[in-house]
T-cell receptor
């Protein structure tokens, strides 16, 4: 069982509100990722980080922002939520250089399902 | 553009049957091909993975078949069980000594095993 946590699990919020989705991992992983998963299942990378004070935009353009002040914490913020932001948001982490016996593995949290009314 | 194409989008298989999900990739720089399994309400989890220097990898009832020349790989689930009902994602990654790998996911296959 991967030790990566996301809160809240479900969030229903009105348009224009500022929201922060929390993601924490206790595995000491340097690399962390945010994905947006649409109802058609497809996963889109929206942000990633290779360590503290490192953040990069992913393949899918997103109005959200992220920060990485601590290794274990990678929160995602939407300054002004809109209905188009309604989606499932998944956080993941991985070792910088794998030591777990796997060649390369991302560990995913359970996700936050966001609905913006 | 979709660098990893996955089919079918959904699949219904009878219990005890063989489930087959196919993927094709374009970028020949990819050198590691994992499959992730996602149950409802959970995040994806690594199921099985293969390097392109082998044509097949088997772990229990799950087998990856890899065709490097055709740039295709597939997941076979033998003796499919209702507990295998989930969404399956193929993925591809270019490994790096600099640690800057990113997963490129397929579009997902929703598998349902019926009694």
């Amino acid at each position: 069982e991967a030790d990566i946590y996301q809160t809240p699990r479900y969030l229903v919020i009105g348009t224009g509100k500022k929201i922060t989705l929390e993601c924490s991992q206790t595995m000491g992983h340097d690399k962390m990722y945010w994905y947006q998963q649409d109802p058609g299942m497809e996963l889109h990378l929206i942000h990633y980080s290779y360590g503290v004070n490192s953040t990069e935009k992913g393949d899918l353009s997103s109005e959200s922002t992220v920060s990485r002040i601590r290794t274990e914490h990678f929160p995602l913020t939407l300054e002004s939520a809109r209905p188009s932001h309604t989606s499932q948001y998944l956080c993941a982490s991985s070792e910088f250089f794998p030591t777990s016996g796997r060649v390369y593995e991302q560990f995913f949290g359970p996700g936050t399902r966001l609905t913006v009314l | 553009q979709q660098q990893v194409k996955q089919s079918p989008q959904s699949l219904i298989v009878q219990k005890g049957g063989i489930s087959i999900i196919n993927c094709a990739y374009e970028n020949t720089a990819f050198d590691y091909f994992p499959w992730y399994q996602q149950f409802p309400g959970k995040g994806p989890a690594l199921l099985i993975a293969i390097r392109p220097d082998v044509s097949e990898k088997k772990e229990g009832r799950f087998t990856i078949s890899f065709n490097k020349s055709a740039k295709q790989f597939s997941l076979h689930i033998m003796d499919s069980q209702p507990g295998d009902s989930a969404t399956y994602f193929c993925a591809a990654v270019r490994l790096s000594n600099f640690g800057n790998e990113k997963l490129t996911f397929g579009t997902g296959t929703r598998l349902t095993i019926i009694p």
